[in-house]
């Protein structure tokens, strides 16, 4: 019999029921570590928002407690919006977060444990100063929110930005402050654009340019750079650049939405997303929300909406150019009955399965070791835009090197499958090299929004390799090219192709033929999720 919730995840964070949109605060804290998220408690849709709250030791497993904080007084009876925490001295973690006030404008709060020794950290006070910052003079009271973890310089002087729109431009208000309370704007920005509008929930944030460790968000190196990200128009986007905190001045490298270098955490359903320093394993984390890609009624009538992604281990590439990102190696734990293989030649035009595993709650890695280049197809040079390539040579489009790639959540007949290839042109006198990730097909179901999604790897392919891994969950396909530099979440529904009905293939729609040097794959044990606690009522 087909599950009642065949697109419940079965290793993705997501609340028991009801709305979860973007993550909050994210903090390892006396061994634990803690997520918040945006969560209506009272329905599957956006609304009556509260910090969801849960716990876990592993990031995989999880402990679901009883919201952190809800909507109560006038700063903040219409929400308790996007923020984030920061470790203030002795380590007493503190959040800040926005509030909508009784007309709707957007404060904000600060909010303190009410008991720091409590490793759960179960109970928040909410300051009593609270407002910290409103919409005051050329600030749009429908345009300020989302403050970051706050840094500290060597002047003991505390730093936060929060995200907003002035005069059309999207920008990062520089706020500093000597007690985390009174809080002064600095006479310009940390940065802005014309290019982007409002900057949701942004993240800045050190990455070390001689280390694979993450730095902490106060740290003071010499040796690092800095990320500025800031969600809009649907994605994640960053630029990289130097920070200096005396003069406040953040030199970027590139602009955002700079074209052939238009940098994103992910190119496929990825939002609001937040970093922070895990000081357990000395690396910084990256956690996204993945929304639904079917309808408002689909998902009162599933009773949920909104997942997190995996968290990503987020570190700055050899080329300094651009972040990599990969999934925290704890998922590794769930992985059971492998199956693999090496040197196998995939002609041109073929398929094959790859039995043996869960396709519908799996995890596959596949090298290929690609033939001499002299044949890739050309790409006119002025096809600058990856999605666009990828929307109009989608996996049934022939090409010669590629596409070639997984067909995952596919149905034993193929109706249904969502296409994850590579795709290789020749470009003046260069290669391109495309990654997709096709959802034209992905369900014979009607009212899924199923559009594909494309991005570019940068990598010179005469070095004859490329790999892939995707994370696959019912309903969620997570893709990294083999290094990490090219990201791609999607969600897909498909009718047939649900639990054992769903099926794994490696296929090659090229004429040339590619090698598969190595494929693994594992099924996924569920994650443990523990329901909530309940708060003991005083007797
Ligand atoms: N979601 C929050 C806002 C944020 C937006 C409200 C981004 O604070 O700007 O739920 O998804």
């Known amino acids: 019999l087909p599950r009642e919730q065949p697109y419940r995840t079965a290793y993705h964070f997501q609340p028991p029921k009801n709305w979860m949109n973007d993550p909050n605060g994210p903090m390892f804290y006396k061994g634990v570590y803690h997520l918040f998220y945006q969560y209506n408690p009272y329905a599957a849709v956006w609304g009556n928002i509260s910090w969801g709250h849960s716990i876990s030791y592993d990031l995989v497993n999880w402990v679901h407690l009883e919201p952190a904080i809800n909507p109560s007084e006038p700063f903040d009876i219409n929400g308790c919006w996007s923020g984030s925490t920061t470790f203030l001295s002795g380590e007493k973690p503190a959040i800040l977060y926005t509030g909508a006030d009784p007309k709707k404008r957007q404060v904000q709060n600060l909010a303190v444990p009410k008991n720091a020794t409590d490793p759960l950290l179960i109970e928040w006070v909410k300051s009593p100063h609270n407002p910290l910052l409103t919409p005051i003079d050329d600030i749009d009271p429908d345009n300020f929110r989302d403050p970051t973890t706050a840094w500290q310089g060597p002047d003991k002087v505390w730093r936060v930005i929060i995200g907003s729109k002035i005069k059309g431009r999207g920008m990062a208000i520089l706020y500093q402050s000597k007690d985390f309370v009174n809080w002064t704007r600095s006479n310009k920005p940390l940065h802005s654009s014309t290019k982007t509008g409002m900057w949701e929930c942004p993240d800045f944030y050190p990455v070390s340019v001689n280390s ?183 996996a049934s489009v022939k090409g010669t090197l590629g596409p070639f790639g997984l067909l995952v959540l596919a149905s034993k007949d193929l109706s249904e499958q969502t296409a994850v290839f590579f795709r290789i042109f020749k470009r003046n006198d260069n290669y391109a090299v495309l990654m997709c990730s096709d959802q034209s097909r992905s369900s014979l179901g009607d009212g899924l929004h199923k559009t594909t999604y494309g991005a570019f790897v940068s990598m010179d392919p005469s070095d004859r390799k490329i790999s892939l891994r995707s994370l696959i969950d019912h309903s969620v396909v997570e893709s990294f090219d083999g290094e990490g530099r090219t990201c791609i979440t999607a969600r897909v529904y498909p009718k047939l192709a649900i639990d054992k009905e769903a099926y794994l293939y490696v296929f090659n729609n090229g004429t040339l033929s590619v090698r598969i040097s190595k494929l693994s794959a594992w099924s996924m044990k569920r994650a443990q999720i523990f329901p909530i606690k309940k708060r003991r009522k005083p007797q």
Not at 276 to 300: H, N, P, Q
Not at 333 to 353: P, Q
Request: hydrophobic fraction near 35%; aromatic fraction near 12%.
């Open 212 to 394: 694979k460790n993450g730095v902490e968000t106060s740290a003071q190196d010499i040796f690092t750079k800095h990320v500025l990200k800031a969600s809009f128009k649907d994605c994640d986007h960053y630029i990289l650049g130097n920070y200096t905190l005396k003069t406040e001045n953040f030199l970027a490298d590139t602009d955002f939405m700079d074209t052939g270098f238009d940098l994103r955490y992910d190119y496929g359903k990825f939002y609001a997303s937040k970093t922070f320093y895990d000081s357990a394993k000395k690396r910084r984390i990256l956690w996204g929300w993945v929304t639904e890609s079917d309808s408002e009624s689909d998902d009162i009538r599933k009773g949920w909406s909104g997942i997190q992604s995996i968290p990503r281990s987020i570190v700055l590439s050899r080329t300094g150019q651009q972040l990599v990102q990969w999934p925290i190696k704890e998922i590794e734990e769930l992985r059971t009955n492998k199956v693999s293989f090496d040197s196998k030649e995939l002609k041109g035009g073929s398929i094959f399965e790859v039995s043996g595993i869960t396709a519908s709650q799996a995890d596959v890695e596949v090298s290929f070791d690609l033939p001499n280049l002299n044949e890739a197809e050309s790409v006119d040079p002025s096809w600058v835009d990856p999605q666009l390539l990828c929307s109009q040579k989608e």
